[in-house]
């Protein structure tokens, strides 16, 4: 099976744009989580999607929002970017049989200027 | 709310030698489960090892093995027959039976010397 992919690898925005990271899952996966990784903050939860809706969600500001399609393909949205939104962004996908198992793409790296 | 905290910020181990990365962690879950990914330079998250909190038997992959100690609330990671490619930032997280939500610890930079 393919794994996790995301697009783009690699991104640059301005401060005050917006900018939107796609994560496709492995086949048959219906969970997809997101995670910010940051060298003073280390890994931090954003929010997890299954069957297209927000399951869990942890403590980042309302300028961080996703959604999931019908595909399990999901997509995270960060408007108003700041300087401190510069960060590797991770997404993960689990099997319905070990939801609590997750296996990760490889990043979208994103700096704002 | 879950916590993992890794002690050791970097660790050296010699090609083919032994090495443990020390991992504890705190919990109001009754059930949980616990990880060891690892995160060479490309970035890539990989899963390393699972372990479930109810088994008592402690998880096994390979060269790879922890020690579980859930009175103490501590999950080793032992790697035995170090390799080369064994170099990476080696990150212990904790989850909850309900859901994806993983904790991350701070991670230990594992250095491996031929």
């Known amino acids: 099976k393919a794994g996790v992919t995301q697009t783009p690898r690699y991104l640059i925005k301005t401060r005050g744009q917006q900018v939107t990271l796609s994560c496709s899952p492995i086949s048959g996966h219906r969970s997809v989580s997101w995670y910010q990784q940051t060298p003073g903050q280390g890994l931090q939860f954003l929010f997890e999607?299954?069957?297209?809706?927000?399951?869990n969600k942890g403590n980042f500001p309302g300028r961080f929002s996703g959604r999931q399609f019908s595909n399990s393909r999901s997509e995270m949205n960060v408007s108003t970017l700041e300087l401190g939104d510069s960060a590797l962004y991770l997404c993960?996908?689990?099997?319905?049989?070990?939801?609590?198992?997750?296996?990760f793409g490889p990043g979208t790296r994103l700096t704002v200027l | 709310a879950q916590t993992v905290t890794q002690s050791q910020p970097e660790m050296s181990v010699q090609e083919a030698e032994t090495v443990t990365l020390s991992c504890t962690y705190d919990t109001s879950e009754s059930d949980y489960y616990l990880f060891w990914y690892k995160q060479p330079p490309s970035r890539q998250m990989i899963l390393v090892i699972r372990q479930e909190a109810y088994k008592q038997q402690n998880a096994t992959e390979n060269r790879f093995s922890v020690n579980f100690q859930k009175a103490a609330k501590s999950f080793s990671l032992k790697i035995s027959d170090s390799q080369l490619g064994d170099a990476a930032m080696y990150f212990c997280a904790s989850g909850e039976t309900s859901g994806s939500r993983l904790t991350f610890g701070e991670g230990t930079q594992l250095t491996v010397n031929p």
């Open positions: 993960a996908s689990s099997p319905q049989d070990r939801a609590n198992t997750q296996y």
């Open positions: 999607y299954f069957s297209e809706t927000q399951r």
